[in-house]
């Protein structure tokens, strides 16, 4: 009886609960959303099996079938590079003078190998609370935000006073693909101005538990840089072995680079980051930072933030290998042997001084270090200015109540200093919290959050019309 009772009561509970539940949960339009995001991930976009071209019609096929008008979106397909497409669209503003809101965003990926993965990396999957996928969180999730808010938006029938456009582009991950942000600006720079613009970077930092550490906007970039290290020698029969086996020695020259570490040093962005993160992180690490604001060498300090990648590369400059090749025959001596380091330096560093430092770690003369591919060039990040901040922080404060709001130094490159160069200010923002890996970007298994990925898309719908009204 009381049983029956109880459930009785627990039934009526759950029926009176069940819309206010669906409602915290769903925003409006999620179900589009999460289909526009699947079919993302699924349409193969990597430099050695896929094609943008592909998924950027495939996105304007879809928004138009939402409503969106035809005559505000186009795909652009550079000469002679039939896969490496982008999609432009944007809402008009009302006010034609007022700089307009661009959302910068590539729709490209990581080479990403199905014999490698636990999982299918071209399939949208959901487990135990994330996504998983190629691209989940670099960065077609904030690409499915930024198509997501045109929809919404044209739906609703919103004229922002600003234009808002959208520049899905392929080509940033390399690889072959021709660099649709530099490609747009060169060629079609009317669909790329914009006073403001937001692309991938920052976002917000997950602790161990999951806890929200701070919001996060990227204020600088570090460097990209690689150097080669190259070493020849006369082979012959592997059967008789010399001395000198150049593998070996290229072997040797590597093991050197392990102990090449470069010195933790602060600037502005970072040391703003740390100490906002002291007031929110574990005891211990907290700890760990205040010593190191006071004293960036401490030892004891460096060796607990160095148990974060993300803290350890924010600090300091870093170089490791990425690529080795070397011999030609299983039977013979190597005649020629080869590696590539990628370094990732500080804003304003020598990369003369980087060199240098490889050099003497090598410490073997007959290793050639050379210096290598140097991107496109990238301004500094445009400085941080509360018209950025300030409508990141009303909506930070209604989204993620009580979580601080802070500027980073991101430890990777991204388009946003190539628009930023020629003269189209991009910041990195995305709303989108990840954890000290980010979720594997680049590598295996690729994971976000779902819940991450919902909360980004309620912020930035609010975010965009936010700086699309501003004055
Ligand atoms: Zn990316």
């Given amino acids: 009886m009381i049983i029956s009772r109880l459930a009785a009561f627990a039934a009526g509970v759950a029926v009176a609960l069940a819309p206010l539940v669906a409602q915290a949960q769903a925003q409006p339009g999620e179900a589009a959303f999460r289909a526009m995001f699947k079919e993302m991930i699924e349409t193969d976009t990597s430099a050695a099996t896929g094609d943008c071209t592909a998924l950027a019609s495939k996105i304007a096929a879809r928004m138009q079938a939402a409503g969106f008008p035809a005559e505000n979106l186009e795909v652009l397909v550079p000469d002679g590079a039939p896969k490496a497409g982008n999609l432009v669209a944007w809402l008009p503003g009302k006010d034609p003078k007022a700089p307009a809101v661009l959302m910068l965003g590539h729709i490209d990926v990581v080479n990403a190998f199905r014999a490698d993965w636990t999982r299918d990396p071209f399939t949208l999957i959901e487990e135990n609370g994330q996504f998983y996928g190629r691209g989940v969180s670099d960065m077609k999730s904030q690409d499915a935000i930024w198509a997501d808010n045109l929809v919404r938006y044209h739906a609703e029938g919103y004229h922002p006073r600003r234009t808002i456009r959208m520049a899905l582009t392929c080509g940033e991950e390399g690889g072959g693909f021709v660099n649709g942000a530099d490609w747009l600006a060169q060629n079609h720079r009317d669909l790329v101005e914009a006073g403001i613009g937001l692309t991938e970077g920052g976002g917000g930092d997950l602790d161990a538990d999951g ?75 907290a700890a760990a930072i205040r010593k190191m604001l006071a004293d960036p060498q401490d030892p004891a300090a460096n060796a607990v933030l160095d148990r974060s990648v993300s803290y350890h590369a924010m600090l300091r400059t870093t170089c490791i290998p990425t690529l080795v090749e070397g011999g030609h025959a299983t039977n013979a001596q190597p005649q020629r042997a080869k590696a590539t380091i990628n370094c990732r330096t500080l804003p304003g560093a020598s990369v003369d001084a980087v060199e240098a430092a490889i050099v003497k770690a090598v410490d073997n003369p007959q290793i050639k270090v050379t210096r290598g591919m140097v991107g496109a060039p990238r301004a500094p990040s445009p400085p941080i200015t509360p018209q950025l901040m300030g409508p990141i922080e009303k909506t930070a404060a209604a989204v993620f109540p009580g979580v601080p709001v802070t500027p980073m130094q991101e430890t990777f490159g991204t388009d946003a200093g190539r628009l930023t160069a020629v003269g189209i200010p991009v910041y990195g923002f995305s709303a989108l919290f990840r954890g000290d890996d980010a979720g594997n970007i680049h590598g295996l298994n690729e994971h976000i959050a779902v819940q991450s990925v919902m909360d980004g898309r309620t912020f930035m719908y609010r975010l965009i019309k936010a700086y699309a009204d501003a004055k």
């Fill in 211 to 285: 806890k929200r550490l701070a919001v996060t906007v990227m204020a600088a970039e570090k460097v990209f840089s690689v150097f080669t290290l190259e070493i020849t020698g006369p082979g012959g029969h592997s059967s008789k072995p010399r001395n000198d086996n150049i593998i070996e020695a290229l072997g040797q020259a590597l093991a050197n680079l392990k102990t090449l570490s470069f010195p933790t040093e602060l600037n502005d962005n970072s040391r703003r980051y740390f100490e906002t993160l002291a007031t929110r992180a574990d005891p211990e690490t």
